[in-house]
């Protein structure tokens, strides 16, 4: 396997091309890495393979929207079939209508969806149809949590501790230039806080439309809700008229019926993505017809026009509708214990390695954490300049051993996926601590 970095690779002199004309040297945030980004040729299964010929085990798979690896035949083929009858029209379509059918059968908390392209999308749109719905401006969201790239979602995202401060944390705009008022109309909350809410959210509640949650957040560790905070959450909303939205972009791979099933809450709207398009760009928002009534147009100029010129295509809607109609209770079900066992492998790779840390996760989703100290929220979850140097090397060990990972140690499993994938993993870390030495406990 060729080593990374490696100037005469092929993926580097791409990515030097790539800086003539794309900013940055590509299009995505996520794929940018230092020295150069890699670039893929070939997916096939649980493996993509670069542009260098250099093959690796995908446990990142396109960060959780892969539920299926690469390239899975009936999803192909589903591709295939619609790409020869219709790519997009100004017109509704039959595969809208039956993939929408599917969802709201499957799924108890949907009565009604709506299809966009994004799940940045999603939440701007669930956003906003809280706001139509209740005539409240403001939102509510947990401290470092990410709800796609919308200047609302994104306040205190990424905050570091110079702007912390003491007390409860202060609304702080993700992006440069991002206007004044859109903070002074988000209201922040920490995770799995039980008595912020009262004491932040309180003095507010007339003028809250919605309070967003993701219940396993991997910008806060990929750490679980507490059910407790979650009943506090949806009692405090009920009383004030407020909307629970759930950001179920990258949960609702954990089970059928997605991640709030699990923990037991009703929410009011739920904004979708990621693996719900089979590897093709994709959005919704679905929840209570109540609440989805906002876009309806059938009586006139609705309460939220929401248009989209490839809302509803049919390229996503036949890649989607293919790779959920695979996704069975018994693929879930193994999925999950290939998950339990990633965690336990991981853990045990650690603990021979001698190097402090902890594997948080549930279902098919896993962070390896290179500390062992409680995380519960934003604030214990991130990590000091040391921290994320460790996750640096061990990044790169992990690409020059046949492993894609997410640099932060986030992974996901996926159908193609057995023991042997989680075996090489768990191998590959516990060499990587080895060799690296971050020292014993």
Known sequence: ???????????????ERAQKVLSGGNSRLTTYQQPYIIY??????????????????DFLNNYTSLLHGHCHPKIVEAIRKQAGNLISIALGTFEELKYAELLCDRVEAFDQIRFMNSGTEAMMQAIRAARAYTGR?????????????????????????????????????????????????????????IDSIERILGPHATELAAIALDLVPLSLGTILVDTEFLTAIRQFADKHGILVICDEVVTFRLGQQGAHKFFGIDPDLIALGKIIGGGIPIGAVAGKREYMSVFDPSNGRPLLPHGGTFNGNPMAMA??????????????????????????????????????????????LFQLHLNNHPIHDYRSFYRSSEEQEMHAQLHRFFLNNGILINPGGIG????????????????VTYEGLRQLNFGAT
């Open 319 to 364: 890649a989607g509708y293919a790779a959920l109609s695979i996704w069975t209770p018994e693929e879930i079900e193994r999925l999950n214990q290939l998950g339990d066992l990633a965690r336990n492998k991981l853990t045990d790779a650690l603990n021979s390695a001698g190097v402090a840390g902890q594997v948080t996760g549930m279902g098919t």
């Open 412 to 427: 996901a499993i996926s159908t193609p996926m057995c023991e042997e994938e989680i075996e090489t993993l768990a191998d």
């Open 137 to 193: 401006p403001m939102i509510a969201k947990c401290e470092g949590a990410y709800h796609g790239a919308y200047d609302f979602a994104e306040v205190t995202y990424g905050t570091t501790p110079d702007v912390w401060g003491k007390g409860d944390p202060e609304p702080t705009p993700y992006a440069n230039g991002t206007p004044k008022a859109v903070a002074e109309n988000v209201k922040i909350i920490p995770f799995n806080d």
């Open 1 to 15: 396997m060729s080593s990374y970095p490696n100037s005469s690779s092929k993926s580097h002199g791409y990515f």
């Open 40 to 57: 893929g040729k070939h997916g096939d299964g649980c493996h993509i393979t670069d542009v260098d010929n250099v093959t690796r085990i």
